[in-house]
């Protein structure tokens, strides 16, 4: 293996988001560290999803100052709170604080290769240009969010003068970042209309995400739930947004009841959760269970006491680019999947054999294939889930994908004369 013949890498993260938030680049670090290379990581307060600084970080902050062995730098931020203004202000705080006294921080200290974790704000990219600059170190800005497309898409920026200036914005980072790890084979199109300058081929990478280790692993017994061999039960994990989609969930919950013994168990929080909780309580869903945010631990548990998993998004251009997170750790798992969605995901699971899948917004498509899933055997089922973790291996394995990571990092350095 070339990391066990080549010299340690000095490794930057940049990210806005980092432990004990709940994000999956703590599994990168650690990797990486595992890996024997020097790993920094350059983040803000721990805040998210509240919006509020965990407690655990206020009472001992110096507990936080260090993760698996990697060095953690932390920059004062505006938290997120509550309202659309605070969150311009935490987005903007981070970047222009990271750029600043981030780089202040990391004075003297040498990398080889700087690696930003781009969920929304892309503009967590900025500091580690800055940073890249000054060290002359290459950047890689892993896309995982179509900048000013999904602002578009979810509402939060109409004007399209606003949206324009976004666009070139995109266009700088992009500009100036050594390589682009694109999350989706969807994404490439839409990053080369914002690289404005020449842009050769091997910049643009496909890396997309894998499922945390938890679920490769054997599962502890589900605490969350109790098994129930009466009901056909559908797992639904996640952020439980608009975007997802619920009033259909809950259309193809109603239609299905007093036909089909189903139970729709819904793990999770997110904007729409008074929403759902009052209409479950509303239409008397009592085939609907709201179990509320727990932590990743448990979901694996979870999934295995699942007979499907679903995956629902509203489609739109940006959406059907996109290959939500949770559909990695759903195949990981080993357990069929139920799609209501276009694009990208859906194509994973009709290609994978993973499992079934219906058009986004499809209340009825949806009925529909949670009652095929019913009457397959288990048998049937069973093979489902097995296609889906034999895919899971082959695309989206993260020992192969740090590998490929690792020889980027050491191909780009050469190029810049680091080594």
Not at 74 to 81: A, E, I, L, N, S
Not at 153 to 169: D, F, N
Not at 222 to 234: G, N, P, R, S
Request: glycine fraction near 8%.
């Amino acid at each position: 293996m070339e990391h066990l013949t080549e010299k340690p890498l000095k490794v930057l993260v940049v990210t806005q988001y980092f432990w004990p938030e709940n994000m999956r680049i703590n599994d990168l670090v650690r990797d990486f560290v595992d890996r024997g290379h020097e790993v920094t990581v350059l983040t803000g307060i721990p805040n998210y999803p509240e919006g509020e600084v965990f407690a655990d970080y206020q009472r001992d902050p110096q507990r936080f100052a260090t993760y698996h062995g990697a060095q953690v730098v932390r920059v004062p931020m505006r938290v997120r709170g509550k309202g659309s203004l605070r969150l311009v202000l935490n987005y903007a705080s981070f970047f222009l604080s990271a750029s600043t006294i981030g780089a202040f921080r990391l004075r003297g200290r040498p990398a080889d290769a700087l690696f930003v974790y781009a969920v929304s704000p892309i503009m967590a990219a900025i500091p580690a240009i800055v940073i890249g600059w000054l060290k002359r170190a290459p950047v890689f800005v892993w896309v995982l969010d179509l900048w000013p497309e999904t602002l578009r898409a979810v509402g939060v920026i109409k004007h399209p003068r606003v949206l324009g200036l976004v666009g070139r914005m995109v266009s700088w980072i992009y500009n100036r970042t050594d390589y682009l790890l694109l999350q989706s084979h969807g994404f490439f199109e839409n990053v080369r209309r914002y690289c404005t300058r020449p842009t050769s081929e091997d910049r643009l990478v496909y890396f997309p995400s894998w499922a945390e280790d938890d679920f490769s692993a054997a599962s502890a017994p589900c605490t969350l739930i109790e098994a129930d061999a009466t009901q056909f039960t559908v797992v639904f994990a996640g952020n439980l947004g608009e975007a997802q989609d619920f009033p259909a969930i809950l259309e193809a919950a109603e239609q299905l009841r007093g036909s089909v013994a189903v139970r729709w168990v819904i793990v999770g929080d997110g904007r729409m959760s008074e929403w759902l909780a009052e209409q479950v309580r509303v239409r008397g869903l009592d085939n609907v269970h709201l179990l509320g945010r727990h932590p990743l631990e448990a979901m694996p548990g979870l999934f295995a006491l699942a007979d499907a998993l679903l995956v629902s998004l509203r489609t739109n251009d940006v959406f059907e680019k996109t290959i939500p997170g949770k559909v990695q750790a759903y195949l990981a798992s080993g357990r069929p999947l139920l799609g209501m969605i276009n694009g990208e995901a859906a194509r994973v699971i009709d290609e994978s054999g993973a499992g079934l899948s219906c058009n986004s917004s499809d209340a009825q498509g949806l009925a529909g294939i949670v009652r095929q899933m019913v009457e397959r055997s288990p048998a049937q089922r069973q093979e489902m889930g097995e296609a889906g973790r034999r895919y899971y291996l082959e695309h989206y394995s993260k020992s192969r994908l740090m590998d490929q990571l690792e020889s980027l990092f050491r191909k780009a350095t050469r190029r810049k004369g680091i080594q």
